[in-house]
């Protein structure tokens, strides 16, 4: 996976992968490991301030660098 995301950034300026909800998923923690960089999504009225503080813990042993987050059906 890690080769086909540098073989992409070859190609492309942005490469963004959608992953499902990162809380207790191992895929997430293995996709921002080998992107480097992450971007947040919370859900408005539903993702509650402990489930994000959690992936932001999760996400501390990847070493990816959290470029932003995004408030969703706001």
């Keep these: 996976f890690a080769e086909l995301l540098q073989e992409l950034t070859k190609v ?9 909800p990162g809380v207790g998923v191992a895929d997430v923690q ?8 992450a ?3 919370l859900r408005r ?15 501390g ?4 660098t959290l470029v932003g987050t995004v408030l969703n059906e706001f």
Aim: proline share 5%; glycine share 2%; aromatic share 8%.
């Design 12 to 20: 492309f300026y942005v490469v963004i992968v959608d992953t499902p």
């Design 30 to 37: 293995f996709i921002c490991r080998s992107a480097g960089a």
């Design 39 to 41: 971007l947040m999504v």
């Design 45 to 59: 009225h539903h993702t509650r301030a402990r489930s994000a503080a959690r992936l932001l813990d999760e996400l």
């Design 61 to 64: 042993p990847t070493r990816a």
